[in-house]
């Protein structure tokens, strides 16, 4: 049963230019959440989404940032004109339902915009 | 606004020592509090408390909640080389999904 899967692993880009960032939960999983984690701090939620809803996204920027999560296909979230502060570590998380609480981490995307 | 406080941020020890790693929390309709491991990849899950004074064991490997006073503690005795990596607690309430994140201990085991 393979884990949470994030890719690409390492992702770089120039300033203004667009990021997306993959994420395929676990089998048998259908939320998933999507984590920062900027130098020196510790994860800071972004958006929980279930298949085709986002739930909560109350820690998202209102602004370039999006996610959704397909019926089919991965979990995106898209950085629109990214700026150097959005350099940072995004990690993926996904449960198989709310109830358990446990949530199962991928091993993040880092993000480097020069 | 949630919040998780670890201590110490880092804390450098010789295998074999037994460490305690301390968290604090103040959750608005508090549910659970987790624990995870961070080495250079995905943060690995360790133990979740919802019980107080219940004391979770996995290995060397032990933590337990006090919901009275709003903490938790993770214990690892006979520590290993491979023990060493940042140690994340997070709470969780009992509406919504998201985890709140302290910003880790950060523990090194030498040899």
């Known amino acids: 049963n393979a884990g949470v899967m994030q890719n690409p692993r390492h992702l770089v880009r120039r300033r203004g230019q667009e990021a997306r960032l993959r994420c395929s939960p676990m089998?048998?999983?259908?939320?998933v959440y999507w984590y920062r984690q900027l130098p020196e701090e510790g994860l800071k939620f972004m958006v929980y989404?279930?298949?085709?809803?986002?739930?909560?996204e109350s820690g998202m920027p209102k602004e370039r940032f999006s996610a959704e999560f397909p019926k089919e296909g991965p979990s995106i979230l898209r950085i629109q004109q990214v700026v150097r502060g959005d350099s940072a570590a995004y990690f993926c998380?996904?449960?198989?339902?709310?109830?358990?609480?446990?949530?199962?981490f991928g091993a993040g995307t880092r993000l480097s915009v020069l | 606004e949630d919040k998780v406080v670890q201590s110490p941020l880092s804390l450098v020890v010789h295998e074999g020592d037994t460490v305690t790693l301390n968290c604090s929390y103040e959750?608005?309709?508090?549910?659970?509090l987790l624990w995870y491991k961070q080495e250079k990849k995905a943060p690995t899950f360790l133990f979740m408390l919802t019980s107080s004074g219940i004391e979770k064991k996995s290995g060397r490997l032990s933590s337990i909640l006090d919901k009275k006073e709003l903490f938790s503690i993770l214990n690892i005795t006979a520590t290993q080389t491979g023990d060493s990596a940042v140690y994340l607690c997070?709470?969780?309430?009992?509406?919504?999904?998201?985890?709140?994140f302290g910003e880790g201990t950060q523990l090194t085991v030498n040899p």
């Open positions: 089998k048998g999983h259908s939320h």
């Open positions: 997070a709470g969780k309430e009992t509406s919504g999904s998201r985890l709140t």
């Open positions: 998380a996904s449960s198989p339902d709310i109830a358990k609480n446990i949530q199962y």
């Open positions: 959750v608005t309709n508090f549910r659970s």
């Open positions: 989404l279930q298949k085709e809803n986002i739930i909560d």
